[in-house]
C-alpha cells in the first residue's frame, strides 16, 4: 500500500521559513516523478513544484526564486524549503508521485504565512 506523509507545515510571519517533508513507503521511490501541490480556499489545486528521479526541476512562476524542491532517494523523501513567505502561499500543500501513470497523493499539510 502507497503512502504518502506530508509534515511540517505550520503558522509562519510572511517573511520567513518553512520545510516541508514528504516521507514515502510501500512504494519504490528512485524512479519516480515527485511533486507539491497546493489548495488554496474556493482554488483550485496547483502545481508549485516538481522533481525528476534524476534530480531535474520545475517551478510554478510564484515559487520561483523563494521555494527549492529536493528529494533523498535513500530516505524516500521529498522536500519543500519555503523562503520569503507570503500571505498568498498560505494554502494546503500535498505532496505527489506519479508512479506507473498513476497519481498518488498525501493527505496534505496546512501553510499559514501571516501578514
Known amino acids: 500500500q502507497v503512502q504518502l506523509v506530508e509534515s511540517g507545515g505550520g503558522l509562519v510571519q510572511a517573511g520567513g521559513s518553512l520545510r516541508l517533508s514528504c516521507a514515502v513507503s510501500?512504494?519504490?521511490?528512485?524512479?519516480?516523478?515527485m511533486g507539491w501541490y497546493r489548495q488554496a480556499p474556493g482554488k483550485q489545486r496547483e502545481l508549485v513544484a516538481a522533481i525528476t528521479s534524476d534530480g531535474a526541476t520545475t517551478y510554478a512562476d510564484s515559487a520561483k526564486g523563494r521555494f527549492t524542491i529536493s528529494r533523498d532517494n535513500a530516505k524516500k523523501a521529498v522536500y519543500l524549503q519555503m523562503d520569503r513567505s507570503k500571505p498568498e502561499d498560505t494554502a494546503v500543500y500535498y505532496c505527489?508521485?506519479?508512479?506507473?501513470?498513476?497519481?498518488?497523493w498525501g493527505q496534505g499539510t496546512q501553510v499559514t504565512v501571516s501578514s
Open positions: 510501500g512504494s519504490s521511490f528512485s524512479f519516480e516523478l
Open positions: 505527489s508521485m506519479v508512479r506507473y501513470g498513476f497519481q498518488y
